[in-house]
């Protein structure tokens, strides 16, 4: 084969190119469409990146998605950890949501539900507070029976037909 030699000024145009492949480092200048893209290692993009297409997939034996937020805290991130999906705080080290494969649903802090809202086989572990009225409808015993903590004593019970008993120590 013949060797090519260029000096300081020059462009080459080439149809078509042979070769290795062993690049050191490739420079494009300009709009540039590529096929059949693989990368092994970082990639870094400076500005948007635009995906067209049904799909995005992150594959991994933890694969998450980070949104930091350059100008305010906190960031977060979209986690897939042994099949439980989770919104992560990471500002302040905690998960903020998670979703077990089950499908049971963890929130760290309060839930805060505006509007009306239909709630099934609601239990409640810890203190209730009730701002305004509470109405309770389709009892499915004789009576409504307010209890302590423990269930062993009762301080009021509220029976059909409108009788009312209330206990005190």
Known sequence: ???????????????????????????????????NVSIAGITTI??????EGNSI?????MPYLALTDTNSNPDYSLFNSNGVFSIYDGTNSANRLT?????NVGILQDLDVDGHTNLDNVSVAGVTTFVNAIS?????SDALTLKNASGGAS???????????????
């Open 136 to 140: 309770v409808s389709d009892i499915r």
């Open 99 to 103: 979703i077990s494969s089950s499908g």
């Open 57 to 61: 997939e992150i594959k991994g034996t």
């Open 155 to 169: 301080y009021a019970t509220f029976s059909n037909g409108g009788a009312a008993v209330l206990n005190w120590n």
């Open 1 to 35: 084969g013949s060797n090519i030699q260029l000096g300081n000024a020059g462009v080459i145009t080439a149809t078509t190119f042979k070769g290795d492949g062993d690049f050191v480092d490739v420079d494009v200048d300009g709009h540039t469409n590529l096929d």
């Open 46 to 51: 400076s500005g948007n990146l635009y995906a």
